[in-house]
Every structure is written in C-alpha cells, then in structure tokens.
C-alpha cells in the first residue's frame, strides 16, 4: 500500500508541475504554447476557461490513444482533470505575475516548459496511466520509433497550426515553445535517464484489482495473527 502510496503522490506531482507549467507559459506573455493556442482557440468558439477546454480536448485525445492500444488509468483521469481545472485556478487566484519586458517574458517560457517536463517525468513514472497529451507523444514514439523529443514536436506544431485557425494567440512565444518542448522534454527525460516506452502503465481494472488483492492480504494477516 505505501508503494501504491508513493506512486499517487507521485502522480499528483507531476500533474501539479505540468499545469503551474503550462501557466508560466501562458503569463510570459509572448504568445501562448502550442496546446494552450488550442485550448483558447477553442474555447473562444464555446464560450469556455483554457482549463475547462483542455478537459473536453484531453477526452477525446483519451479515445484516440486508448484505440490505439494505449491503457487507460487514474492517472490519465487526474491528467485530464487536475491539471486543467488547475490551470484555470492560478489563473483565477492570479498569483504568478506578467513579466513586463520580452526577455523576462522569454526567461519565464523557457521554465515553465522545463517545469512541464518535469511534470511529466513524475507523473509517467508513476505508471499509473500518464496525461492524454504525453500519452499521445508515447503513441507516435511507439508507433514511428522516432526520438520522444521528434515525436512531441510533431504534436506540438499540428495543435499549434489547427489553434490559429481556430482564432488562438500566436506569438513570439509559441514558435519558442513549438520548436523548443520537445527538447526541454529530451534534455529532462536524458538527465533522468527515463525512458518513456519502458513503463508498463495500469489500467484502471488493474489498480482496482491490485488494491482488492493487497486488501484480502492484509485480512488473511490479520486473520492468521
């Protein structure tokens, strides 16, 4: 159970750190990141938070990856909703502030795509099922066997290219962030020496029947003693 535990702190974690990065990415001011262009695309046309839209997006990302054989677990739910009602709290409670010149704007970009690395670096370690976004980069990575770094900047630019047309902000900042995550994410994972493709993810019924199996252990123990 403490094993069990440890890896849904971890989750929350990495969940934590990708939406407080993805914020820093919105409030550098220089252009939005390329999902972020998306989600305010897309929720301009509904009437939607950027957080809210990312839920609805993230459902459907969950569809396409899960067809392609990806699993499906908690962490890809917390992955859906933390992080994006997240996203529209610190925006809402306005506790990070806007840089007021293009170079702290940069500075500001550049850590919040670092923080959202580490953010997924947690929360894919936990094997509890990643976010839909990095499950759909781990698709691409399995199904091409390109670099995780080549994959993500595929992603990027697509969400990127269909968000303007949608009527997204596109700036200076999201060319920085379109042609830069996937290396931040490269650099991260290398550090780390984490390797995205090696993690055997639980689905739902699997951490379902785990927990129902550690707690008939623990009754038996109890039982015996």
Same mark, same amino acid.
């Given at each position: ?61 969950? &569809?396409? %990856? +899960? =067809?392609? !054989?990806?699993?499906? @677990?908690?962490?890809?739910?917390? /992955?859906? #909703? *933390?992080?994006? $009602? ?70 990027? &630019?697509? %969400? +990127? =290219?269909? !968000?303007?047309?949608? @009527?997204?902000?596109?700036?200076? /900042?999201? #060319? *920085?962030?379109? $042609? ?46």
């Amino acid at each position: 159970m403490k094993k069990f535990l440890s890896r849904v702190f971890s989750m929350l974690i990495g969940t934590s750190l990708y939406a407080i990065g993805l914020v820093l990415t919105i409030k550098a001011n220089i252009g939005y990141g390329p999902w972020e262009v998306f989600h305010a695309g897309l929720g301009s046309k509904f009437g939607v938070g950027i957080g809210v839209a990312s839920v609805f997006v993230s459902i459907v990302i969950v &569809i396409i %990856v +899960t =067809l392609c !054989g990806e699993k499906f @677990g908690i962490g890809t739910i917390a /992955g859906m #909703i *933390i992080t994006g $009602l997240l996203i529209d709290v610190i925006i809402w409670i306005n506790i990070i502030p806007t840089p007021d010149n293009f170079w702290l704007g940069s500075a500001m970009l550049i850590s919040g795509l670092f923080i959202v690395a580490l953010g997924s670096y947690f929360y894919i370690r936990s094997a509890l099922g990643i976010g839909p976004r990095d499950n759909l980069m781990v698709v691409l990575t399995r199904k091409t066997k390109w670099p995780v770094g080549v994959c993500r900047g595929i992603v990027e &630019i697509t %969400v +990127t =290219l269909i !968000g303007w047309l949608l @009527g997204g902000k596109v700036g200076v /900042g999201t #060319i *920085i962030s379109m $042609l830069a995550i996937g290396f931040c994410i490269q650099i991260t994972f290398r550090v780390l020496r984490f390797d995205v493709t090696a993690v055997s993810h639980e689905t739902l019924r699997g951490t379902y029947s785990a927990l129902i199996a550690k707690k008939r252990e623990h009754k038996k123990e109890r039982n015996a003693s």
